[in-house]
């Protein structure tokens, strides 16, 4: 038994092998490559990729789960090696579905999707992409198809990114999050509006770098195991236990773009940090989903970084880095003004309440686009009606509405959006949780300490890597099944003591 | 014949990606990074190499290459397929020579080796080395024996970097240019030593890392197909036709180093960047031999970049960018400090003159190992001995003596440094070549121009990648096989007037 759990251990990390091999070289051609190297570089990180997935797909990787099947069976479901085969054994089945040459039509219409995109958002061209999307959605269905037995169309999609998750769980969450946030958007757009110009100052980019890299240092993150590099869209990346690495970008005239960024990232990567390090190379080795991935770098940008008692301690820092930017600024100034909420256009750029609608607007319209109830054509006008509807606004045109993310040009529709709402719910209900145990938290923070904080999520989320799914982090953390209850009190204690609508 | 042709193509560019991946993951591992990553990226580089390895001499490149035989021999001899053919046959009976085992035992002795002498080198133990040196011999000598029919057992090791040379004609060859070289630097050591003391003020790194990027921008090193990065030990890098890079180092206190360095790899670089762009990612798609590397790079380094015409345009230059530092050092004491020749211990800080005689010790030292005439136990006595002999100087211990360069113990023993000197030979000849076709070459580089060389060293060398072996470019491009006279001429000429020794 243990011969073939050490031979499954080691094609498992030969296949992980080139997956990070290929993240190397996809970090390198977001950072430093040259723009005559792009050519190469594209074909060489779809062979690699390739080569991963002929790899953990191999028929011998399923013989050795079979072998390996009683010995699973004969421990207890926490156990690790149970957990590997258990999470293993999902992976081998999801990915063995999709014949190979789907999975090739994919990439090549990816490929295809994107660049299409890449010139059609700047000129305003929804007609060129639309085409394109017809496509996208069809092998859209097409990849769910290979998952029968389905509750709703994009669950197969969504259990991609979010094991597990299904329609039927997150419709009336995002309906009763969606029916709890308009009338707050609505209460603070009635207030008057806090003054954020100095945010536009000019800031020179290497202190706001060293301000940023100091904070998420004393956060926890490791540069012993990681870096930051500067790129066009920010993220986060690994390639083993010992290297996990965030990008940022910074821009002259913004000062919280840079600094959250780095922030939201760093977030992230110690969630991957805090993976358990003999998970590396395995199955287990990640973050278990998309969703609670964005709880924490929501949670480390937002929910500390965004908070009273982190820039009680930061913002004389802050403004002993710019005396002459935010000298006549005070405390209680600044804090408002990252904490500004304000129904705007580019999701990317939302402020914490707001930012739900945006999601939920793409992850409805995902719905209808796949349930077959509304046309490719029609899209750019449900999206402008959706916004409308939610947050009183729409674009002057395509490119910043339907054409704004990436997403739905990368070759799939559905799936991709939930993560980030889920994890704004998820986070809440995890920071609720690390509170309760540890009580001095708020004080910590306001102290610039944040070991306690990092410790509990270090031992109650990140070691367990995919171990656990989300509802059972969830389970085993709060005692209950996801709610919005402890999101939705975050976000009236926050906003309504900031904007003085208490009672709303 | 021509889809047998394409799928050979394809097989090979497949190898080669793999080969590139493995080389930008050690490119990363060289430069940025962080500690905690460097267990994986071992493996990582490792199990891409083997891939490369494995995909390279599959038998289904053997057939291929069999099956297009007639192909191959209906085409003249210098058509771009029939080279192809011919130098991918070539690598690959070379590669298929040694059993798998057999490579991997290398590996892992390379990895053994190489992690012992990096502990012994500060410690001044050659006794720590000595066993595993004997192990690298045996490997070295087993190597040599897949290969009968060698003329001299270090035959088999020196054609893995320089294809064609052989013992029989690189000894005559050093021979006669030690004999030139021993009197040469006797009669320097004669005369007064210029002042280099400057050269170790205080320079600011960046103004340093501007001045370099500057030249080797101006001798046609492409920025937009490639990059510089520092790193410990400096290092030229192709990733792809797009993608060649460089690295290197400063020192605050050494105006030279990084400025000499960044030359040296940018020679290499645009070499690299001179191959024909249909030849990337085939065995065609590189350069031809660790000789003619060298070559380049020092040719760029040292014949263009250690002259009076380059100085004379580029000394007020670096005087402006260096006032404080540079304001009362005249051009010509610059120039004589820069060509200082000085029996010295070690081989990479040494000049233009005596550097070729710690190659030729080592050279010798190797033959000496193989042939069986000298003993792993006497090789540090026989190390100072020749020192002695050839330089007139001892290291007072084994690390600058024996055990300062990593070549030998990275695995093994012959065939890695006679290119050093045969690129200054060869450099040398092309040299003369290229002044007899462009005899305004010199005026061009005291105006800080260099696209005529550029361009005459592209169209007459570089383009031809591995098509033409080392050998054959000589031939092609001089008209005779190679001599050491034009080498001897150029040293002569150039330190002859520095130091007043015309008449040596």
Chains 1, 2 share one sequence.
Do not use: C
Request: net charge negative; hydrophobic share 40%; proline share 5%.
């Amino acid at each position: 038994m243990n011969d073939k759990l050490t031979e499954l251990k080691s094609r498992l990390r030969e296949a992980s092998d080139f997956n990070s091999a290929a993240s190397v070289l996809y970090w390198d051609q977001t950072t430093y490559m040259p723009p005559g190297g792009a050519e190469a570089r594209g074909r060489q990180i779809a062979a690699l990729q390739k080569l991963a997935q002929e790899r953990f797909t191999d028929p011998a990787i399923g013989r050795l789960l079979d072998d390996l099947q009683p010995y699973q069976e004969s421990l207890p479901y926490d156990d690790d090696d149970a957990s590997l085969l258990r999470v293993t054994r999902r992976d081998y089945e999801r990915q063995t579905r999709l014949p190979a040459q789907f999975v090739g039509e994919m990439a090549e219409h990816s490929i295809a999707s994107y660049q299409t995109w890449i010139k059609a958002r700047p000129a305003n061209d929804f007609a060129a992409v639309a085409p394109v999307l017809e496509k996208t959605l069809e092998l859209s269905r097409r990849y769910a198809d290979y998952f029968p037995g389905y509750g709703h169309i994009a669950d197969p999609l969504i259990d991609e990114s979010d094991p597990g998750m299904t329609v039927a769980v997150l419709r009336p969450l995002f309906k009763a999050l969606r029916e709890q946030l308009v009338p707050l958007v609505d209460a603070i757009a009635a207030q008057p509006v806090p003054d954020d110009s100095f945010i536009y100052r000019d800031y020179v980019e290497q202190q706001q770098w060293d301000f940023g890299v100091d904070i998420v240092r004393h956060y926890g993150y490791d540069f012993e195991r990681g870096r930051q590099d500067k790129t066009h869209h920010p993220y986060m990346i690994r390639f083993s236990a010992g290297d996990v690495r965030i990008t940022t970008r910074f821009s002259r005239n913004n000062l919280v773009d840079g600094l959250f960024s780095t922030l939201h990232e760093a977030g992230h990567a110690m969630y991957e940090q805090g993976v358990a390090q003999e998970y590396d190379a395995t199955p287990l080795g990640h973050g278990t989903s998309s969703g609670v991935h964005e709880s924490q770098s929501r949670l480390w940008e937002n929910v500390v970084g965004r908070s009273q008692p982190f820039w009680s301690y930061y913002y004389p820092r802050l403004q002993a880095v710019f005396p002459a930017q935010l000298g006549d600024v005070s405390e209680g100034a600044f804090y408002r003004a990252i904490n500004l909420v304000r129904p705007s256009l580019i999701r990317v750029d939302a402020d914490e309440v707001t930012y739900n609608l945006h999601v939920i607007i793409r992850f409805e319209l995902e719905l209808a686009l796949l349930e077959g109830k509304l046309a490719i054509g029609d899209l750019p006008d449900a999206w402008q009606a959706s916004y409308q509807e939610s947050l009183g606004i729409q674009a002057p045109d395509n490119r910043d509405g339907v054409l704004q993310d990436v997403h739905w040009y990368s070759g799939l529709i559905g799936g991709a959006f939930q993560g980030y709402t889920l994890g704004n719910i998820m986070g809440a209900a995890f920071w609720q949780a690390a509170l309760r145990a540890n009580p001095g938290v708020m004080d910590d923070i306001a102290q610039g300490e944040f070991a306690a904080l990092h410790g509990w999520l270090r031992d109650n989320l990140y070691r367990y890597g995919r171990k656990f799914t989300a509802d059972e982090l969830i389970e085993r953390v709060t005692g209950a099944p996801l709610t919005i209850d402890p999101y939705i009190a975050y976000l009236r204690g926050k906003f309504g003591e900031l904007y003085g609508i208490n009672g709303s």
